[in-house]
C-alpha cells in the first residue's frame, strides 16, 4: 500500500489534497531552496526519491542525457528546479505486477509561480520525460510535470513491452505522477496549487483523457489533441492499412500520385464552404469521385490498384459488420506517406502491435494479419490503455464545493496518423454514456475541428491553413523543428507569437478563463505565421457542431469569420 507520510505540519491537508480537495492548507510558508536537502530532511514517501538535477537561471537550457524519448536541448527556460522523481508502487501487486517509472518536473521560483499544476502528455510509445513539452506551460508559471512512462524508448520502438510497463504506459504512470507530483508541489512551494491542468496531443491526449476516466479530480481543466484514446483499434487500424499496403505493391502510391491526388481533390473540394482558399474545411460535403483521374496513363492518372489503395485509406475499417476504426478523412492524404513510407515491416507502427503486445510471438508477419487482430486486440487491451470508460459524469460534476472539470479537445482534419472521426466518436459516445445533450456537453466539453491541420500541428505547405493556437507541443515544434524549411530565428517557446497568453489566440489561456473565470471558449483564433513570425492567416476554430462561416470582408482575417 503506497502510505504518504509527511513530517510537515501540512500532512493531513495534503493527504486530504492527495484525493482532491482544493481546501486552503492551514498554513502556508516560504518555498524552498532548489536543492536534495529540502525534500529528503522534510518529506518521505514510500517508493519515492527526489532528485534534484538543475537550478535553471533565467533564459537557461536544459538537456537530460540518455532521454530517447525526448532528447533536445531545451533554451530560453525562465528561471526553475528541475527535479526528477522516481516511483515504485506496489498497490497492486500481486494481481498486477508493480509499478516502477520516473517523472519530472519544472518549478518555477517561488515569484514566477502561478500557483497551478500542470501535467504534461507523452507522444506515440516514447519512453522519457517529456522535458521540450513541460517547456511551453512553464512560461506561464505553472509548475509542470511530465512521466517518462516507466520505460525508456524512442516513439516508434515497442520492444520494450513487459506486462509491467505496459500498464505503466497504459495509465499508471500518469496516474501516480500526478498525485505525487500535486504533494511534491504544495511541499515545495509550502502552498498547495490552486488549479491542476492537463495538456497533451496524441498518446497525450491518451493520457490525459484516460487519467479523466481513472480520477475525477485529478484535472480541473484539460486540453486534448488529437487523443490516441481508441488503442485496441487504432493499432490494428494502422497494420492494416499496411497489409493493404503490403498484399497490393501494384496499389502503392507514389510521390506524383499523391500530389495528383491531393491537387485534384484541393480542386473538387475547397470550395465546398464557398470560400476558395487552398483549404478544405468541409470534408464531409465533397463527395470525391476518384474515377476521374482513373486511367492508364501514370504520368496524369492513378492506376485502378492505387485509386484502391486510396478508397481504403478514406474508407471505415468494419470487421464482422462492425466498426473496427474510421478512415481517414478527405484532404489528410499529405501525411499519408508516414505509414505508407515505412517500408520495414518488423519496426516502427506496422506489425509490432501483433507481434510484440497481443500475439507476443516474434515469428509473427504481415503476412499473418487478419481481421482476427481486432477480436484479439479488444480481448487483450494491452495496459488497459484504451480510453473507453465514456462515463466521466464523475468529471463533469464534482460535487459540493468543487467547480465541474473542464475538456476542451481539437483534432486536425488533414490529420493522416489519427482520424479525426476518432475524436468526434469520442465525443459522441461521451455524451451518450453521460446522458447529455449537445447543449449540455457544450458546458464542460467542447471539441474544435481544425481545417488543414495535421496531426496535431502543421499543414500541408499548399494548404497553409492556420493551425497555429498554442495547442499541446505546437510552440515545441515552431520553436526546435524545421518550419516552413527554416529554423525559425525566434520563437518564445510558449504561447503565440506576438500574443503572448491572450486567451483569444491561445487555447491554454482560453481554458484558464473557461476553468476558473467560468468564460466558455466560444472560439480560439488560429494563426499561420510566415518564416519570419509574420501572421500570414488567422481563421477561428469552432466548438462543435459549429464551423467557422465567412461574413464578409478578407478571407486571411479572422474577424471576417464567425462560429456558425
Ligand atoms: C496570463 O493572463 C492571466 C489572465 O489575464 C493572468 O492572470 C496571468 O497572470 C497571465 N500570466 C502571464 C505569465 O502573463
Ligand atoms: C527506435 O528505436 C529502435 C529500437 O532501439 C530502433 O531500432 C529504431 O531505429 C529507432 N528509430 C528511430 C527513428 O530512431
Ligand atoms: C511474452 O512471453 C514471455 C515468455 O512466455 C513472457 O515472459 C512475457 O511476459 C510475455 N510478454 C508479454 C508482454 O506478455
Ligand atoms: C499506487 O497504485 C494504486 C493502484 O493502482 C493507485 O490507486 C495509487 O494512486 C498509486 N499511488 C501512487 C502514489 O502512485
Ligand atoms: C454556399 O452557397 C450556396 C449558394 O448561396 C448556399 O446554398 C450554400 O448553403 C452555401 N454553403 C455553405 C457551406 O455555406
Ligand atoms: C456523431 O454524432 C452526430 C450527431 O448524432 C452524427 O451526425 C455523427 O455522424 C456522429 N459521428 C461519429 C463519428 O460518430
Ligand atoms: C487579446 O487580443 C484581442 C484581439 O486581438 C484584443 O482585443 C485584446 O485586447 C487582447 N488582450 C490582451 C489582454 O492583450
Ligand atoms: C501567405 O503564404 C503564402 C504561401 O506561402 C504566400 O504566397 C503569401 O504571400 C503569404 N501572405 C502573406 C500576407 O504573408
Given amino acids: 500500500m503506497f502510505l504518504p507520510m509527511l513530517k510537515s505540519t501540512a500532512a493531513t491537508s495534503l493527504a486530504l489534497f492527495a484525493s482532491g480537495v482544493h481546501s486552503a492548507p492551514p498554513q502556508t510558508r516560504a518555498a524552498l531552496s532548489c536543492s536534495t536537502s529540502s525534500f529528503t530532511n522534510v518529506v518521505t514517501l514510500p517508493g519515492v526519491t527526489v532528485t534534484i538535477q538543475s537550478a535553471v537561471t533565467k533564459s537557461g537550457t536544459y538537456q537530460e542525457a540518455g532521454n530517447l524519448g525526448f ?75 511530465s512521466t517518462d512512462n516507466g520505460h525508456s524508448s524512442n ?17 499508471r504512470a500518469v496516474h501516480g505522477s500526478v498525485v505525487v507530483g500535486k504533494l511534491l508541489t504544495a511541499h515545495y512551494y509550502g502552498k498547495e496549487p490552486t488549479y491542476s491542468y492537463y495538456s497533451g496531443c ?45 498484399s497490393n ?53 492513378l492506376s485502378q490498384a492505387q485509386a484502391q489503395t486510396a478508397m481504403t485509406t478514406w474508407a471505415d475499417y468494419t470487421v464482422n459488420g462492425r466498426l473496427a476504426s474510421h478512415g481517414f478523412t478527405i484532404g489528410s492524404e499529405d501525411q499519408w506517406p508516414v505509414y505508407f513510407g515505412d517500408t520495414n515491416t518488423l519496426t516502427g507502427f506496422d506489425f509490432s502491435y501483433e507481434r510484440l503486445w497481443i500475439n507476443n510471438d516474434t515469428s509473427y508477419r504481415w503476412q499473418d494479419y487478419t481481421d482476427q487482430a481486432v477480436l484479439d486486440s479488444e480481448a487483450v487491451n494491452p495496459g488497459q490503455a484504451t480510453a473507453n470508460r465514456f462515463d466521466i459524469s464523475a468529471y463533469r460534476t464534482r460535487g459540493p464545493g468543487k467547480k465541474g472539470g473542464k475538456i476542451m479537445m481539437y483534432h486536425g482534419l488533414a490529420d493522416g ?15 451518450a454514456a453521460t446522458g447529455s445533450t449537445l447543449d449540455d456537453m457544450r458546458s464542460w466539453f467542447r471539441f474544435f475541428e481544425v481545417p488543414g491541420m495535421q496531426h496535431c500541428f502543421f499543414t500541408p505547405a499548399r494548404f497553409n491553413a492556420p493551425w497555429y493556437f498554442a495547442g499541446s507541443g505546437q510552440a515545441t515544434q515552431l520553436r526546435l523543428l524545421p518550419y516552413l524549411g527554416i529554423r525559425p530565428a525566434r520563437g518564445d517557446g510558449w504561447s503565440v507569437p506576438n500574443h503572448l497568453n491572450n486567451s483569444s489566440y491561445d487555447a491554454l489561456a482560453a481554458l484558464v478563463q473557461w476553468v476558473e473565470n467560468d468564460k466558455p471558449v466560444d472560439q480560439v483564433i488560429a494563426t499561420a505565421f510566415n518564416a519570419d513570425f509574420s501572421v500570414n492567416r488567422t481563421r477561428p476554430i469552432c466548438p462543435y457542431p459549429q464551423v467557422a462561416t465567412h461574413r464578409s470582408g478578407n478571407i486571411n482575417d479572422a474577424s471576417s469569420w464567425k462560429c456558425v
Fill in 155 to 171: 516513439g516508434s520502438d515497442l520492444s520494450w513491452v513487459t506486462p509491467a510497463r505496459l500498464y505503466d504506459w497504459g495509465y
Fill in 202 to 246: 496524441s498518446t497525450g491526449g491518451r493520457q490525459g483523457l484516460r487519467e479523466i476516466q481513472n480520477d475525477a479530480n485529478a484535472f480541473d481543466g484539460a486540453l486534448i489533441g488529437a487523443p490516441a484514446w481508441d488503442t485496441v483499434h487504432l493499432m490494428p487500424w494502422i497494420s492494416k492499412m499496411a497489409y493493404n499496403r503490403l
Fill in 249 to 301: 505493391t501494384d496499389g502503392t502510391l507514389g510521390t506524383d500520385q499523391l500530389n495528383l491526388l491531393v491537387d485534384t481533390i484541393l480542386a473538387q473540394c475547397d470550395s465546398k464552404d464557398n470560400v476558395t482558399d487552398n483549404v478544405i474545411s468541409r470534408p464531409e460535403q465533397c463527395n470525391f469521385d476518384i474515377s476521374q483521374i482513373v486511367c492508364s496513363d501514370p504520368t496524369r492518372c
Fill in 417 to 431: 496518423l489519427i482520424p479525426p472521426k476518432a475524436s468526434l466518436q469520442f465525443y459522441n459516445q461521451t455524451m
Fill in 71 to 145: 532528447p533536445q536541448q531545451i533554451d530560453l527556460l525562465p528561471s526553475l528546479c528541475v527535479v526528477t522523481v522516481k516511483v515504485t508502487n506496489t498497490s497492486d501487486v500481486p494481481t498486477k505486477p508493480q509499478s516502477s517509472y520516473r517523472f519530472g518536473m519544472f518549478l518555477p521560483t517561488a515569484a514566477n509561480w502561478n500557483k497551478k499544476i500542470m501535467t504534461v502528455g507523452s507522444a506515440s510509445f516514447a519512453g522519457g520525460i517529456n522535458w521540450p513539452d513541460m517547456a511551453e506551460p512553464v512560461h506561464y508559471g505553472f509548475a509542470t510535470l
